[in-house]
């Protein structure tokens, strides 16, 4: 099982920019789907941004697609979020996750492994 560990986030203005990154530990995520969830005050944890590196598959919700991209370096063994044209509704803490499994699903009950969360508040 892989650990993870979170960098990045922050405050930042409504219409910047900030990148997460996610290091993994233990394990190579090559043959791993990784994730990025974010959860808000009140709300449930949504799973927005998916990837499989071994075959490319990736997943955007609706509420990020065209602004978040994620991307996996196999070779430092981390998984980056750059997020752009944020917005207020976008504030929440952030999770890096995976499983040592190839899904084609976001769906957080699935993952297994979690890193400590990253809060992202975007304000003026």
């Known amino acids: 099982q ?14 910047g920019s ?14 791993y789907t990784v994730g990025w969830f974010r959860q808000a005050p009140g709300k449930d944890r949504e799973g927005f941004s998916c990837m499989r590196s071994r075959d490319g598959w990736s997943f955007y919700a609706d509420s990020v697609k065209g602004r978040f991209t994620m991307s996996v370096d196999i070779a430092k063994n981390t998984v980056n979020l750059q997020m752009n044209n944020l917005i207020p509704e976008d504030t929440a ?23 400590q969360g990253a809060q992202v508040t975007v304000a003026s």
């Open 2 to 15: 892989v650990h993870l560990v979170e960098s990045g986030g922050g405050l930042v203005q409504p219409g």
């Open 18 to 31: 900030l990148r997460l990154s996610c290091t993994a530990s233990g394990d190579n995520l090559d043959y």
């Open 93 to 115: 803490v952030y999770y890096c996750a995976t499983i040592f499994a190839l899904v084609g699903r976001c769906y957080a009950p699935d993952f297994g492994s979690w890193g």
